[in-house]
């Protein structure tokens, strides 16, 4: 039942133009390049979780002038990890709901093509670290432009997303930024499978 109702979703997707993957909106055309130190990512990358530390740099095959804003948002939080209650943004997989794990505003792109800035992060980024004993978490990158009069839409706005475990981060819609500034310019997503290996703090577990 679940394997036949992802097929027909695939085949709504035109995955030629998809650097988001059939089901995760909003969808976006262009390949958003993340490089975390010496490891560059490829399109759509399955990765161990062991080897994502450290916030990346994105950067686009295309020139681009003007403000651009980042976020980086797990598409695969169980259901149960939300212990609040009223309407929740749909995540990838059936009961799974998002959580964000960064968003970096007030970019602009240096020659080399990668996206720098000099403002604080909104949600400062936090490592790919999805729960023991679940499946494998799939993170979204996404790359806006950020119109000068740029705030947060009411869905995503008065929450506090520092540090970077607070409950806060669950249940972000990028959609209604997208209904607000326009279409992203580039996406990326990275596959993380549970690594048993990676530290984790007291008793985070099932929650990123
Ligand atoms: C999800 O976020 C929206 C907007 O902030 C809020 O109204 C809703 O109650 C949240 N849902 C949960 C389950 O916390
Ligand atoms: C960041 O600050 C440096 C040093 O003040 C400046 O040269 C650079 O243009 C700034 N970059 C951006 C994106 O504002
Ligand atoms: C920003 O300005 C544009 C153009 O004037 C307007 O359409 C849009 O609603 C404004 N956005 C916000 C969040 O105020």
Request: hydrophobic share 40%; glycine share 6%; net charge negative.
């Amino acid at each position: 039942m679940y394997s036949s109702l992802f097929t027909a979703s695939l085949l709504l997707v035109p995955t030629v133009l998809c650097q988001t993957p059939p089901g995760i909106s909003p969808a976006a055309s262009k390949n958003l390049g993340v490089r975390y130190n010496d490891l560059t990512l490829s399109a759509n990358q399955l990765l161990p979780e062991s080897t994502i530390p450290g916030t990346p740099t994105v950067s686009l095959d295309q020139s681009l002038t003007g403000t651009y804003m980042v976020m980086l948002v797990d598409q695969s939080i169980p259901q149960s990890s939300i212990t609040s209650t009223g309407p929740q943004v749909q995540g990838l997989q059936p009961c799974r709901t998002t959580r964000l794990h960064w968003l970096q505003t007030s970019l602009s792109q240096t020659s080399s093509g990668t996206f720098v800035s000099n403002s604080s992060a909104i949600a400062e980024y936090g490592s790919p670290l999805p729960g023991l004993d679940d499946i494998a978490h799939t993170y979204v990158f996404w790359l806006f432009p950020q119109p000068a009069n740029f705030t947060l839409p009411p869905w995503d706005a008065g929450r506090v997303y520092n540090p970077i475990e607070v409950y806060a981060r669950m249940n972000f819609s990028t959609n209604v930024i997208a209904q607000e500034v326009g279409a992203p310019i580039a996406a990326s997503l990275v596959s993380v499978p549970v690594s048993v290996s990676m530290p984790r703090a007291g008793e985070h577990n099932s929650v990123w």
